[in-house]
């Protein structure tokens, strides 16, 4: 056991666990806002479970609390998960050759998770950063929800509490980070007029889904990323 | 939110998340579709915020809401801290709400 706190370095041991507190509040604000908003108190924490995914989980939950159908919800959230692909790729040989290792190494894989275990060069620090990170974040991100499912029960009035307002500020902390890429950002402009000059003609959700036609103006990459490494040097509020 | 929904997304976004371990000797990923998947997740955000921030069922949210929403984006381009970004979101909302702004 020593020697595994020793391959971590002190400065990792610090950020991993600042990223789990971030993620935590961020998943707090997922139960709390989810259930105020009127979702079962088990949506939430079995989501979180199963989805592990914190983009994923309000774009699903945001498009069904507006009113959408659980088919655009899913759509939506698996369009944003998508992305786990390519780092399944690039943490593979970290996760390990036994199967049970990769069954349950796969469910860990996140933005925060995968950022961290590349930064390290050497491959058992690379191992004990994956799982380390991954862990403490799966238990964290559960606790947290769990905890904010409990006060968003607790809370009554939530339109003049402002709640609805903290919904997208979550969202927009969480994507401010990759806009700073001019293409992703035009892109990403676009599609936000389409979505909302598109919501009062469709059913809830699908304009949302329509945006990804502002894809178009993605324009070229700016090739300069590692092979699967999430592009954006602040972790702790990426879309996960 | 049926569990139907919930396993179904469960199951894609495990799919995505393990292909990468058990294909890894298989099959690459081409760069063009690494930053396809990028950029999608985040104008696929950005469309959640905008819809979020200014629209409650096919109409107008009110001017509380996006301005809410307006003050926390201001405060996390300025890197303050995520409370502080959500509260001071609701914060304006519902103080905009409190003097009668809808």
């Known amino acids: 056991m020593r020697s595994f706190w020793r391959t971590l370095d002190h400065g990792s041991l610090r950020d991993i666990s600042l990223v789990c507190l971030a993620d935590a509040i961020v998943g707090a604000s997922f139960g709390a806002i989810t259930v105020s908003g009127g979702l079962h108190p088990w949506v939430p924490v079995t989501m979180s479970v199963l989805v592990f995914a914190g983009g994923a989980q309000f774009a699903a939950a945001g498009v ?25 790729f690039a943490v593979a040989d970290t996760v ?3 199967w049970w290792t990769r069954l349950l190494g796969a469910q860990l894989i996140t933005d925060e998770t995968v ?26 991100w559960n606790v947290a929800v769990a905890l904010g499912v409990l006060a968003g029960t607790a809370l009554r009035n939530t339109g003049s509490l402002g709640l609805d307002a903290a919904f997208p500020t979550v969202l927009l902390a969480l994507v401010l980070p990759s806009l700073a890429d001019r293409g992703t950002r035009n892109a990403a402009l676009a599609g936000a007029v389409i979505a909302v000059a598109a919501t009062p003609f469709l059913p809830a959700g699908l304009p949302v889904l ?3 036609a502002g894809l178009v103006l993605a324009g070229q990459p700016a090739a ?5 490494r999430p592009a954006d040097a602040n972790p702790a509020l990426e879309a996960r | 939110m049926p569990l139907l929904a919930i396993a179904v997304l469960a199951a894609g976004t495990y799919a995505f998340r393990l292909a990468g371990p058990v294909f890894r000797h298989r099959m690459r990923i081409p760069d063009r579709l690494q930053r396809l998947l990028a950029v999608a997740t985040a104008v696929l955000l950005t469309a959640l915020v905008a819809t979020a921030a200014l629209t409650q069922g096919d109409g107008f949210a009110g001017w509380a809401r996006p301005a809410g929403v307006l003050v926390g984006g201001a405060l996390a381009l300025r890197r303050a801290p995520f409370p502080v970004v959500v509260v001071a979101a609701a914060a304006t909302t519902a103080v905009l709400r409190l003097t009668g702004i809808p």
């Open chain 1, 64 to 88: 069904v609390l507006a009113g959408g159908s659980p088919a655009a919800a899913v759509l939506a959230g698996l369009v944003l998960n998508a992305r786990l692909l390519p780092y399944g």
């Open chain 1, 96 to 98: 390990g050759g036994r």
């Open chain 1, 115 to 140: 950022a961290f275990t590349l930064r390290q060069h050497e491959r058992r620090r690379r191992r004990v950063t994956f799982w380390t990170c991954g862990l403490a974040l799966f238990g964290c």
């Open chain 1, 210 to 212: 329509l945006a990804l």
């Open chain 1, 224 to 228: 300069r990323e590692e092979e699967g």
